[in-house]
């Protein structure tokens, strides 16, 4: 006579067999609505593409609608990541909705590795190889066959186009901006290899600077905190150089993601270029210029109150501007104002003077707030942060200036000898 498992086993077993066969049957794959796929003909530069298209949810219901596009030069890894990301700041009314084209290539099982490093880097790079350089004909690729074909076969806001790439990606994007300016008005360059052929997109730069004032864009860079120093330094560097030029119409941010790493930080890159990209179209808009360093405007080190007497007894304050990019600094230093708060013996006439910690030079200073050049920006800068407002024309101190990361010192003595309590503020306004 047999166990009486062994038939248990048995009926157990059919009984898996015909449970995994029926699940097998109604089984089905996700599909991501309101994609299609798109094989384009043989390209000029001898390649085959595909587009990946994302419609917005509205597209059908509203056929007299028309969309700003974001394309994405890495569609292959980043399109879905970047329809679900422009759906959620669709749902918050930090961006439009938009249309969303992810650049593909066509074949089975195509090596998307080599493939992008052949059309993305700009110029042979010795330390790369020869698979490498043939960026300009990308670009013009996507300028004479990509952007005709998705404005004439769908319903595209043709007055507003978005690049974005990570790594080559990203080199790819800062070189579109200056081989081919108002292509594109907006461009999102997550970890940007902007090292590759000896940072040659810095001379890109130069040249372009040489005869040019103006670059009517946005440009919203990243780099991971765990990113090699390559991308780091170089990036770091590249806005750096913007910034010195000085542009005019040209918005540019800068972010480190802290604790992420190479390809991590597209997530957070992405959003947050997103919503900086799209800034002049938000639907809701965001008090928030360069999103992701701060949400608010918060106190930067200290605020710090003493009696300030004669010669050298004055009230300083040290305080750090961190990360890769200048900030806005609000600097008061507080004496008639601290009447209303309750001080019985305020410095009348306090005088505010800023210097460079490390060189000791004086950068600027200010005696009566209200004889600052750029009052209404203070006075805005002043409701940003949340301080306490100066009575007009109090003989109280205060400037707005814009810092380079660095060390500095911000000196409270009275005018003439006047003595009394004084406080000093020190405080981040974005821009």
């Known amino acids: 006579m047999l166990p009486r498992t062994q038939p248990a086993l048995a ?10 066969t029926a699940l097998a049957a109604v089984a089905a794959p996700f599909v991501l609505q309101n994609t299609e796929v798109v094989a384009l003909p043989h390209s000029a530069n001898g390649r085959d593409y595909t587009l990946l298209v994302g419609l917005p949810s509205s597209y059908a219901s509203s056929p007299a609608r028309t969309y ?15 329809v679900w990301e422009t759906g959620n700041l669709v749902v918050d009314g930090a961006i439009p909705e938009c ?51 998705v404005e004439s076969h769908y ?8 690049l974005g790439g990570s790594s080559y990606g990203g080199l790819f994007t800062v070189y579109a901006l ?50 090699p120093s390559s991308i780091r330094d170089s990036t770091r560097d590249f806005a750096a150089q913007i910034r010195h030029t000085g542009y005019s119409n040209f918005a540019v941010a800068v972010r480190e993601i802290e604790g992420e790493r190479h390809s991590g930080t597209k997530a957070d890159a992405y959003n947050r ?72 013996d305020p ?29 209404n920006t203070l006075v805005a800068a002043t409701a940003q942060v949340g301080a306490f407002a100066l009575a007009s024309n109090s003989r109280d101190a205060a400037m707005l200036v814009t810092l380079e990361p660095g060390i500095y010192s911000a000196v409270v003595d009275g005018v003439n000898g006047a003595q009394g309590v004084g406080l000093v503020e020190v405080y981040e306004v974005l821009p």
Not at 155 to 162: K, L
Not at 349 to 375: C, E, G, K, M, Y
Request: net charge neutral; aromatic share 12%.
């Open 155 to 162: 319903r595209v806001d043709t007055t507003f186009r978005a």
């Open 178 to 227: 200056f081989a081919r300016p108002g292509l594109f008005q907006a461009y999102i360059a997550p970890s940007p290899s902007l090292w590759y052929r000896n940072r040659f997109l810095f001379a890109t730069e130069s040249d372009y600077a040489r005869t040019h004032t103006s670059m009517t864009a946005r440009l919203y860079l990243t780099f991971a905190g765990d990113d």
């Open 68 to 82: 700003p596009v974001v394309y994405a030069c890495d569609g292959y890894w980043d399109f879905h990541l970047l």
């Open 347 to 375: 410095v009348t006439d306090p005088r505010l003077t800023l210097v460079n910690f490390a060189t000791h030079q004086t950068i600027t200073s200010n005696d009566n707030w209200s004889d600052a050049p750029n009052l």
């Open 11 to 20: 009926v157990s077993a059919c009984l898996a067999v015909f449970l995994f």
């Open 273 to 344: 270029g997103l919503r900086f990209a799209f800034a002049p179209l938000a639907p809701v808009p965001s008090t928030i210029a360069n999103p992701g360093w701060n949400s608010r405007s918060p106190l930067i080190n200290i605020s710090s109150r003493a009696r300030i007497g004669n010669g050298d007894d004055v009230l300083i304050a040290g305080f750090v501007v961190d990360g890769p990019a200048p900030k806005r600094v609000l600097i008061r230093g507080v004496g008639p104002g601290l009447s209303s708060l309750g001080i019985t």
């Open 99 to 149: 249309i969303v084209v992810g650049i593909s290539y066509t074949g089975t099982s195509p090596d998307y590795s080599s493939l992008r490093q052949w059309d993305l880097t700009p110029g042979y790079d010795p330390s790369v190889g020869t698979n490498s350089g043939h960026a300009q004909e990308f670009l013009s690729v996507i300028a004479n066959e990509f952007i005709p074909y």
